[in-house]
């Protein structure tokens, strides 16, 4: 069995509770078979009376909803011939149209590399899936497409719209579904109210008038119900380390029978082959490795994950068949609290070096 001293990264995480980078956090460091450190941190919130936070506790997910949900839906499309990656936007969305945009596909979508513009604050005048889709369609773009990435909620908006269509089922619906054959829990879009007590809360939002809880903290994901395509999971840290030994096994050069097939071994290369979009690090809805990333600087040059709004993030690293959940409510009572920054790579090295990862493989 794998040994780890969690020692210095235990530390860490004690000092981002301290020094109020977060008030809750949650780790898992495993590998495809084993869970080598679980642990939590903090209280759910700032005040003697909250829930200490536990290997349980419930975190809006954020942007981790993109890679979990989202990119796995399109790789078993992509699997199952509904949808393929050179599939031009226009033929899945109609008001996808324009000279500008007219050869942007389902892969630049993914690769954040469509030309849209990372955010647009729509929910002061939109609703829902039609009201969006028109708006961010006919959107002018910010850069000539696949010259440049740009991180783009919008863009996975979009995605989640075409996996709707590809799939014939409402998006929540497909990725409730997902999590069940892959027997991960607890996740869920629009958590029900029986898991409020051990949800850490978000911000104390000043647009609706309250404090987030078991409530997306994303307002363009709110206004489009509570799941999107960018946005709209919660869950334990148990649950995303579920998910990330799924990864590792589907990456399994032999597979175990057993394990429930996430996508197939081909599709799921690909979708982690870092793009060919000038200075970009972005695979297909996956990030990878930059030694100035969140996940630090001892992962090797194949490990890929992502980061979450909300304080979350997931690395994985397929060579040394190692992957780190970190959950927390950085947002809470702020989302101007940028304080887990310093925190996330620290930990990620603390993490890789115990393990004996003492530099990047090149």
Known sequence: MTRLNVDPARAFLNEGVAVRAFPAAAVEVGTDRQVLWREAFGALFYDPSAPATTPDTIFDLASLTKVIVTTSLAMRQVDAGGLSLDDVVADRISEWRGHDRETVTVRDLLAHASGLTAWLPLFRDYAGRREYQHAIATLALEYAPRTQSIYSDLGFMLLGFILEDAGRQPFSE????????????????QPPATWRERIAPTEVDPWRGRQLVGEVHDENC?????????????????????FAQRMLQALASAPASDSPRLASNATLREFLTKSRVPGSSRALGWDTMLPTSSCGSRMSSEAFGHTGFTGTSLWIDPVSNVYVVLLTNRVHPTRK??????????????????????????
């Open 174 to 189: 497909q990725g409730t579904a997902l999590v069940a054959e892959l027997g991960i829990e607890p996740l869920a879009f």
């Open 337 to 362: 609290n940028e304080a887990i920054r310093p925190i996330r790579a620290r930990l990620h090295d603390a993490i890789m070096e115990s393990l004996g990862k003492n530099e990047q493989e090149v």
């Open 222 to 242: 709110w206004a489009l119900g509570g799941a999107a395509g960018h946005a709209g999971l919660f869950g334990s840290v148990v649950a995303v380390g579920q």
